[in-house]
């Protein structure tokens, strides 16, 4: 009994250490998930500074950060939330760490056969999902495009939402959508080998800020690892997964 | 301010607690009369959504509904729409995330029914149907009651597998907790806290009313 007991003691005392241990707490928008988990070791082997980082959208992330969550560093999907942050006194000067694509991405190859404007309304694409066009920057980009093509209009009814680009590409690898208006870097996932996808060449980059939080527990650390993006071996991860 | 969400989880409670009754009542009776094996796995596979993270029921909801899965597939045969992203794709959702607390108190009520009620009936020459409609019934009105609002209630409320299965499109889908969530999250702070007050109030109501019934069982 006296063992269990302190068995149980260690591995409550143990947990928490082993789970916040990070020197660098790291918000990140979702849709770059893929490239930081290579930048993640690459910067821990090159500084020895541990890191964790949360995934989850801009905007939740933005949330937890006015309300004081002890994160270094926010990478955003968007300019809008960093510059607010800058402007609100929250955080030091933002800057461009990534320009994402929107790519139409299906599970069924017949809707990328031509570009993505046939493949949007071709009548086999019944649903297509797009980020919500309001707080998913992807999904301001992706409406900017549509409209610029002069397809927005003639496509609402099949358009469904997602509340992240996140959410977007699971509703096309599901299934559930026929196709989505997706961030170039799902392409390279997993599921997103099982489908085809098409480049949205109308679609506007979308400019991903960051910024250093003043708040920051880490400074120093946040700062390296603010100059090991623009690293050559990160400019490299990032075109290997469609970003610029 | 654009009112279409709260309309539209209005409407959403009202069609899960008219139709959940038919779906929860032939179950909860099942769970307090039977004597069948595998009672227990029936009882844990009805109340699952229950304790389930609602967006991991929604995401499961989302395979077996969308065009590849068995509910959707069928759906699909038969009217030749899509049951995610419409409205009876979230009714569809709601009824089975409502099912265990339609199901819970419908079970409870029959439980307490004295047996021989039922069997003084049968004697007196009643048939099962007029039993039901004479005794079974009047007991239990509170239980379906208590039920029903309480269905109301949380399908007014509900967000998770909405948002999983929804696909927000206004007028159809997107109810008022993914409208206020989106608010939130374009930082229209205002909308969202008007949304949220109109629900308060309605929460509260039904909240008054299940205490009145419950006091009145009891």
């Known amino acids: 009994m006296k063992r269990i007991c302190a068995f149980i003691l260690v591995l409550a005392l143990m947990l928490p250490a082993g789970a916040f241990a990070a020197d660098l707490f790291i918000a990140q928008a979702a849709n770059f998930t893929p490239v930081m988990k290579e930048i993640i070791p690459a910067f821990e082997k090159a500084t020895g500074l541990t890191v964790q980082a949360t995934y989850a959208s ?37 800057f461009v760490y990534a320009k994402g694509q929107v790519v139409l991405w299906s599970r069924d190859k017949a809707l990328c056969a031509e570009d993505w404007k046939a493949g949007v309304m071709n009548p086999s694409a019944k649903k297509v999902a797009i980020a919500n066009t309001e707080t998913a920057p992807y999904g301001t980009s992706a409406m900017n495009a549509m409209k610029a093509a002069g397809i927005w209009d003639k496509a609402q009814s099949k358009l469904v939402f997602g509340q992240s680009i996140s959410q977007v590409f699971q509703f096309a690898s599901t299934g559930a959508a026929d196709a989505g208006l997706c961030a170039y870097s799902s392409v390279f996932t997993e599921e997103g080998k099982k489908g085809c996808f098409v480049v949205v060449d109308q679609a506007p980059p979308v400019i991903q800020a960051a910024c250093i939080l003043k708040s920051a527990p880490n400074p120093e650390g946040a700062a390296r690892f603010v100059e090991f993006l623009s690293t050559p071996e990160v400019q490299a991860l990032k075109l290997k997964y469609g970003y610029k | ?60 909801l989302l395979v077996v509904m969308g065009p590849r899965g068995v509910a959707g597939g069928l759906w699909e045969d038969l009217t030749g729409g899509r049951l995610v992203f419409s409205f009876a794709g ?43 409609f004479r005794i079974v019934l009047p007991n239990c009105l509170g239980g379906l009651a208590a039920a029903s609002i309480l269905v109301f209630a949380h399908s007014l409320g509900e967000f998770g597998v909405i948002l999983m299965v929804g696909g927000s499109i206004p007028g159809q889908t997107q109810v008022a907790s993914i409208a206020i969530f989106e608010a939130v999250e374009a930082l229209r702070f205002d909308d969202a806290f008007k949304m949220s007050m109109a629900l308060v109030p309605i929460c509260f109501a039904v909240l008054m009313i299940i205490n009145k019934i419950n006091a009145r069982r009891s």
């Open chain 2, 90 to 132: 979230i009714l569809f959702a709601s009824l089975i995330f409502n099912l265990p607390f339609a199901v819970q108190p419908l079970r409870a009520s029959l439980e307490k029914l004295d047996p021989r009620l039922l069997e003084s009936a049968a004697i007196l020459g009643l048939s099962p149907l007029e039993s039901f």
């Open chain 2, 1 to 60: 301010m654009d009112w279409t969400p709260l309309l539209l989880s209005a409407k959403l409670a009202f069609w899960t607690m008219l139709l959940i009754p038919i779906l929860a009542s032939p179950l909860a009776s099942l769970l307090a009369f039977g004597r069948f094996k595998g009672k227990s796995f029936l009882d844990a596979v009805i109340t699952l959504p229950m304790v389930m993270p609602p967006t991991v029921l929604g995401f499961g």
């Open chain 1, 58 to 94: 801009t905007g939740k992330l933005y949330g937890q950060i006015i309300s004081d969550a002890p994160f270094d560093v926010f990478l955003a999907a968007d300019q809008k939330r960093p510059d607010k942050l800058f402007a609100d006194g929250l955080s030091q000067k933002p």
